[in-house]
């Protein structure tokens, strides 16, 4: 059975990801990419999905980790009743000059503090989402034991300690005494190719450390919640692919929402909002070069008609998201189904196009200059909001129920015609900005004339007199002020009815508008809104206090998934979940500047 979600530590070398269980499990890794198929899928089932434990034989060994610093090398040490010893779990970033997708590499070293330690490998590997179990061979010599495994297009080499079989799982006993050290080096390659070459791994770990710490370097968070503001900068910049600029929602798939249920999607693909909104975080905070990463992807990805514009893609700009379920894997805990791919793809979401001008113009504003095809894009995108302009959608929670005028959806319509007017007005450029400027006034009119309730609040959609967490983020795009009564009778609804234990949910479910079975948990992202809402308004105590109970949500290693389940006291849905961080990472910039 895997741990707890908040039990994992994440890996990452900026193409894919692993995650890392107390227990010093590794029970999701898919390679190379974020959204390949699985090797190690037993975060989604048991360890028969595929799984590398590595810890000591002591059944009572007490383990304690932390990343090293500004990275994402996972220091894990084990207590046990002869010694202490140290793993270090490591995904090395590839260097530039490398063809990084020709391999993966993950690397296992053991480092003994005092006394001495007998550790074992567990060892299972299952390709492809569990459906194929590899052809497994001895290899090197006896000095440089190999195990090679291959299944279809994927070949995996581990190095180190010579592991036997029994029963399709391989285990291996290593012994450390205080001083020594032992690796063992997982690699991925494709099996038409030979094994690539061992690594030199005191250089990989080397240069992995630098790589990050160089990157963080350039955090200016300040403030009690400094570690969490970096950690949560590391995680955006973790979830980012290093070589197509792609930014992913989740490093896993199918992680329940609501434990047993059906509520399981898969996140680790390219959401324009969420990426849009990640780099708004970033480039808040000096990263300005990920933008301009960023939008190359999005011209690649849009291509040339913004009318056959996805909501979210693959990592590489791929619109084929087919959502489907596997057998295969069981399911976390039993949460079924598995699925691979996400419908969303073929949505409608009105609200996408305001959030990505909204980043691009926040960009601009940060320095960032224009390409020869920027400007262009962001006028197409525009003139797809002019020809869907009262088109009812699914919205920004994706709902799988009928399309509505949701008021966060138009209040986003609102804000791409307004960032396209700023850059005529404010930069020069050219457009037809006396249409925007029409249409944005008739829109914010419809919104006035439709979205308030007898109340006076604003309203999820123009058929319900339900709120919206979403609504939270009306201000921080410009729409209204903070302290519009509106607003203020908005938070004061949300409150009333959305509040769970203090968390905001995203809506009530119970109004059947998601067109969904079962119920979920409160959303961590929009209990981070509400900071910034309960700060921009004098809220400074509340929005302090909130903002400490997110954080104290956080596991020991500073990562928050999708959701917060407040009777089980534990983690929901995927895991780390950059709608979270970068929610955290505006929180807590809020909370600074309101003293």
């Known amino acids: 059975m895997p741990a707890e979600i908040e039990d994992y530590a994440l890996l990452s070398d900026c193409r894919t990801a692993a995650l890392v269980s107390r227990e010093g499990a590794i029970d999701w890794l898919c390679v190379p990419r974020f959204d390949s198929p699985s090797v190690f899928g037993a975060l989604l089932g048991d360890d028969d999905q595929g799984s590398w434990q590595l810890r000591p034989d002591d059944e009572g060994a007490v383990a304690e980790r932390h990343y090293d610093g500004d990275t994402f090398t996972l220091v894990t040490r084990w207590t046990t009743s002869s010694g202490v010893a140290e793993v270090h779990d490591v995904l090395p970033v590839a260097d530039r000059a490398a063809d990084g997708p020709e391999r993966i590499d993950v690397v296992r070293r053991i480092v003994g503090v005092s006394g001495e330690v007998v550790f074992v490998h567990r060892l299972r590997m299952r390709f492809d989402y569990a459906r194929a179990l590899p052809w497994v061979r001895q290899a090197g010599t006896d000095d440089e034991p190999e195990l090679i495994a291959i299944a279809g ?74 570690d969490m503001i970096a950690r949560s900068l590391l995680i955006l910049r973790a979830l980012t692919h290093r070589d197509t600029g792609g930014i992913i929602a989740a490093a896993t798939t199918s992680l329940p929402e609501q434990f047993g249920g059906s509520r399981n999607w898969d996140y680790r693909y390219v959401w324009l909002r969420d990426a849009a909104l990640t780099l708004q975080a970033l480039v808040a905070h000096g990263f300005v070069r990920a933008a301009a990463h960023w939008r190359r992807w999005l011209l690649r990805a849009i291509a040339g008609d913004p009318a056959q514009m996805q909501i979210v893609y693959g990592i590489g700009g791929e619109r084929d998201l087919q959502e489907r379920e596997l057998t295969s894997l069981p399911g976390y805990r039993g949460a079924a189904p598995v699925r691979i791919g996400n419908g969303a793809a073929e949505q409608y979401q009105a609200d996408v196009i305001g959030e990505v001008l909204v980043a691009l113009h926040a960009a601009r504003d940060a320095g960032l200059g224009e390409s020869e095809f920027s400007w262009p894009l962001e006028q197409a995108l525009l003139a797809h909001v002019v020809a869907r302009l009262d088109e009812p959608d699914e919205g920004i929670w994706e709902i799988r129920g009928e399309p509505r005028r949701f008021t966060h959806s138009r209040a986003m319509v609102w804000a791409a015609f307004d960032r396209g007017i700023r850059a005529v007005r404010e930069y020069g450029f050219s457009g037809p900005v006396e249409t925007w400027e029409r249409l944005r006034d008739e829109v914010r009119a419809d919104i006035d004339a439709h979205a308030v309730t007898d109340g006076g609040w604003f309203r999820q959609h123009d058929e319900t007199d339900e709120v919206d967490a979403s609504l939270l983020l009306l201000p921080t ?64 105590e509340d929005a302090a206090a909130l903002l400490d109970r997110v954080c104290a949500l956080a596991n020991d290693v500073g990562l928050l998934s999708e959701e917060y389940d407040v009777t089980g006291r534990r983690q929901a849905g995927n895991t780390p979940q950059a709608l979270s961080h970068l929610a955290l990472v505006e929180a807590a910039d809020a909370v600074r500047r309101a003293g």
């Open 153 to 226: 297009p994927d070949s995996l080499v581990i190095r180190g300690p010579r592991l036997t079989a029994d029963d399709h799982v391989h285990t291996a006993s290593v012994r450390i005494a205080a001083g020594e050290r032992e690796d063992a080096v997982l690699t991925w390659h494709p099996s038409y190719r030979p094994a690539p070459a061992a690594i030199d791994v005191d250089d990989a770990l080397a240069r992995t450390n630098a790589w990050w710490a160089h990157w963080a370097e350039r955090i200016d968070a300040t403030g009690p919640h400094r």
């Open 477 to 540: 795009v410009g729409f209204c002020a903070a302290d519009d009564p509106r607003m203020l009778a908005t938070v004061d609804r949300i409150e009333q009815t959305l509040l769970t234990e203090g968390l905001v949910q995203r809506y009530r479910t119970a109004g059947a508008v998601d067109g969904l079975p079962g119920s979920e948990n409160p959303f961590l992202a929009c209990s981070l809104w509400l900071v910034q809402q309960y700060a921009a308004t004098g809220r400074r």
